[in-house]
């Protein structure tokens, strides 16, 4: 294994948890979350608790996160109106 794919390995290993707890995010802010946080930074946490994100922002979570193989902790708590 060549030294950039190695360190490319053990940086998929560090845990990043990203808070936006209480941000008033609503769904139309979850294809962005989804695009920066999960898509391109590989947060393994995500807390969106506190925000105004319906079903259907909860669905568009799910989607992507079910064909994702990297395990993921998703706190929405008094989030889902």
């Not at 979850?30 to 920066?36: F, M, S, Y």
């Amino acid at each position: 294994m060549n030294e950039l794919s190695q360190q490319s390995n053990n940086q998929s290993l560090i845990p990043v948890h990203v808070q936006l707890e209480y941000q008033n995010l609503t769904d139309a802010d979850i294809q962005h979350v989804i695009d920066e946080q999960i898509t391109e930074k590989h947060c393994t946490s995500l807390n969106l608790s506190g925000n105004q994100i319906t079903h259907k922002g909860v669905t568009m979570l799910a989607n992507i996160l079910k064909n994702n193989k990297v395990k993921y902790l998703l706190r929405l708590n008094y989030t889902v109106y």
